[in-house]
């Protein structure tokens, strides 16, 4: 059985700093493309951050750009979102996703296994 867990989200103040990670079990990982989404509440789910198969390619929404990195321990199935400068606009669940595709994507359609979210709230 496939699963993928995240964790490492909370409650933090604004400036505050969390790392997400994501365990992949029940299949290896080393090959898809994979990403972090969020859904605020109230709101669609979106692509933050994306990350090829090996590292050597990512993608972040604008507004992260500089405060947000992405990564991936192929060996260890687990995939990372290091958090910086949080602010209170960045409050969402936080999701993991891989795509069994080499390539990056940014719309959710595109990916196959998502895991169930991680809350991330972000105080004044």
């Known amino acids: 059985q496939v699963q993928q867990v995240e964790s490492g989200g909370g409650l933090v103040q604004a400036g505050d700093s969390l790392r997400l990670s994501c365990v992949v079990s029940?299949?290896?990982?080393?090959?898809?493309?994979m990403g972090w989404f969020r859904q605020p509440p109230g709101k669609e789910r979106d692509i933050v951050a994306a990350?090829?198969?090996?590292?050597?390619?990512?993608y972040y929404t604008d507004s992260v750009k500089g405060r947000f990195t992405i990564s991936r321990d192929n060996a260890e199935h687990t995939l990372h979102l290091q958090m910086n400068s949080l602010a209170p606009g960045d409050t969402a669940v936080y999701s993991c996703?891989?795509?069994?595709?080499?390539?990056?994507?940014?719309?959710?359609?595109?990916?196959?296994?998502w895991g169930q979210g991680t809350q991330v709230t972000v105080s004044e």
């Open positions: 990350i090829a198969w090996n590292g050597a390619t990512t």
């Open positions: 996703a891989a795509r069994l595709r080499s390539s990056l994507a940014l719309n959710f359609p595109r990916y196959n296994y």
């Open positions: 029940g299949r290896a990982v080393r090959t898809d493309s």
